[in-house]
């Protein structure tokens, strides 16, 4: 598994993490770093998590590479507490804040979706430009989410994904057209906003769709980058950037490796062959 892992994580030290980022920038790639962790239910270790992205943030600032923060809260303590979390985040965004930053909170499960809105609610107040949120098309009550969202807010920079977690048919489409068919619904919805977009897939028919729509409605670039994650169709990245796009990827590193990864199979079981084909590499 770790072997495996290796493809999709860019070291364990952000040390090797903020190499990998500037080697990305040279090829004109952005970044957003991630210290993995998640489903964090100790108070120290959420404290630690914490510490990890005021370092992450540090190091951005102090190597001069092009990269914002994303973070998952169930790393920051969010199920010890709402105000634990909330404490953790204060302290990350004054952080960002200071440096001029970005911190992307990242969708969990839906078991800690209407918490999340609500801190996001409460950051986004205080923080403005420098806090966004994902927001992801499996769910039904997504489009309704996504309306609250761009008129309360004067700007609200949104990452659009499919949706990472296993869900009930209660809450999420059980079949993958419909998700796939909600995904161009809410990128069309958002870049019509004139909110700023980051259409975060791998998946050809969504790109070739969003540079299409851009095109019809004469949205400029500055208002929507595409997103990628680290090690996932590295080629097609930085074809994008070519064709003049803006491509942010998504970097984590960091020894909590392994719900991230087990995610990368479960979208992809391709990805396990990664795994034994490096098992059995000389
Ligand atoms: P889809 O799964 O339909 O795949 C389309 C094609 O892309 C596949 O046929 C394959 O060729 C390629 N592909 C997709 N996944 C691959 C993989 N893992 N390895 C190799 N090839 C692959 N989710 C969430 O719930 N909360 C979040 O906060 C985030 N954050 C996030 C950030 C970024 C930058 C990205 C790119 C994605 C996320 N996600 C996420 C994950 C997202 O919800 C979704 O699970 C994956 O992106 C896979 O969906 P696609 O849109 O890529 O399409």
Redesign the pocket.
């Known amino acids: 598994m770790k072997l495996g892992a290796a493809r999709f994580v860019a070291g364990e030290t952000l040390k090797e993490a903020i190499e990998q980022v500037r080697l990305l920038n040279k090829e004109g790639l952005v970044v957003t770093l991630d210290h993995l962790g998640e489903f964090v239910f100790d108070e120290a270790e959420a404290r630690a998590s914490t510490q990890a992205c005021l370092d992450v943030l540090d190091a951005i600032h102090e190597s001069g590479v092009v990269s914002n923060l994303s973070l998952k809260m169930t790393s920051l303590g969010l199920d010890l507490s709402k105000e634990l979390c909330l404490k953790h985040m204060h302290l990350i965004l004054d952080k960002a804040r200071q440096y001029d930053n970005f911190v992307r909170i ?3 499960d839906y078991a800690h979706l209407d918490v999340t809105m609500e801190i996001f609610d409460e950051l986004k107040r205080e923080y403005g430009k420098h806090v966004g949120l ?1 927001i ?1 098309a499996y769910l039904y009550r997504t489009v309704d989410d996504m309306k609250r969202l761009e008129n309360e807010y004067e700007t609200m920079n949104l ?1 659009l ?5 296993m869900e009930s048919p209660k809450v999420a489409f059980p079949n ?1 057209a419909e998700v ?1 068919t909600n995904y161009l619904k809410i990128i069309d919805m958002h870049l019509q906003s004139g909110h700023f977009a980051a259409v ?4 050809d028919n ?1 790109i070739n769709h969003t540079k299409q729509f851009v095109k019809q409605h004469n949205i400029p670039n500055e208002q929507f980058e595409f ?3 680290y090690g ?2 590295p080629e097609t990245q930085r074809e994008l950037v070519k064709e003049g796009y803006a491509m942010r990827v ?1 970097v984590p590193y960091g020894n909590d490796w392994y719900g991230y990864f087990s ?2 199979i479960a ?2 079981p391709a ?1 396990a062959f990664f795994i034994i084909k490096n098992m059995f590499r000389k």
């Open positions: 990242d969708m969990e994902v992801q990452r994904v499919k949706g990472a977690y993958k796939d975060a897939t791998h998946d969504a997103q990628m994650l996932v169709r998504y995610r990368r979208e992809r990805n």
